[in-house]
């Protein structure tokens, strides 16, 4: 079946420096890749979606120059969080689809951030 | 807009008892509806989805689940309950424009034994 690996699964950062997380799609080709953060013991929110080869389209209230997405192939997206801050800490989900149409989503396992 | 609610925030249930985990949407259409479960620290898993046809859903490790247009519901059950059943559970629904999925806030169930 499809396979979504995330990497780092964890992460501990200093303030102020920029961390890379990564979504791959390990047995297909993601036309389109979501990245989801969620706060302790809350849903997730989308932060936002991007497609293969094009910019990210980023949901109200999430900064895109703090936040930087790349889905430079169709097998890989990374988000970047720049700068970061203590209020960054939380847990970040990816997930991957090849038929967005029916919502064939895969999710990664997700990446803990926490910075000091 | 779409909106998922889950009205319990969490539910004990004792092992081999049946289980009922309620959740309401607001769509324009026709939804797409789905369960996930999560494990702590892990991502989601999809437990199963309805798109359209029959409105009792069978999905994985026993679950099942009915869609009620006319109380806007998609409530998950499942007959007995294993321990290992014990995580977060989340209804979602699939939004037009952008084939996003909206998430409700979940539902925390623990298992006693």
């Known amino acids: 079946g499809a396979v979504v690996s995330q990497h780092p699964s964890w992460v501990i950062c200093k303030s102020g420096t920029s961390v890379k997380i990564e979504c791959r799609s390990l047995?297909?080709?993601?036309?389109?890749m979501f990245w989801y953060r969620q706060f302790p013991k809350q849903s997730l929110m989308l932060m936002a979606t991007?497609?293969?080869?094009?910019?990210?389209?980023?949901e109200q209230g999430v900064e895109k120059d703090k936040f930087l997405i790349n889905h430079a192939s169709l097998t890989l997206s990374t988000l970047t969080v720049t700068s970061a801050h203590p209020e960054d800490s939380s847990f970040y989900i990816c997930s991957a689809t090849h038929d967005s149409a029916n919502y064939g989503y895969t999710f990664g396992s997700g990446t803990r951030l926490t910075v000091v | 807009a779409q909106s998922v609610t889950q009205p319990d925030i969490h539910i004990t249930v004792s092992e081999g008892a049946s289980l009922e985990l309620r959740c309401n949407y607001s769509y324009g259409a026709t939804p797409y509806l789905f369960w996930y479960v999560q494990s702590p620290g892990q991502g989601l898993q999809l437990l199963l989805k309805y798109f359209s046809g029959d409105t009792l859903v069978q999905g994985i490790k026993g679950f099942e689940a009915e869609f009620k247009r006319s109380q806007s519901s998609f409530n998950l059950r499942k007959p007995s309950v294993h321990w290992s059943d014990a995580a977060e559970y989340f209804c979602a629904v699939g939004a037009t424009g952008g084939f996003k999925t909206i998430f409700g806030a979940g539902t925390r169930l623990f298992v006693k034994a």
């Open positions: 991007s497609n293969e080869g094009s910019k990210a389209t980023y």
């Open positions: 047995d297909f080709q993601a036309t389109t």
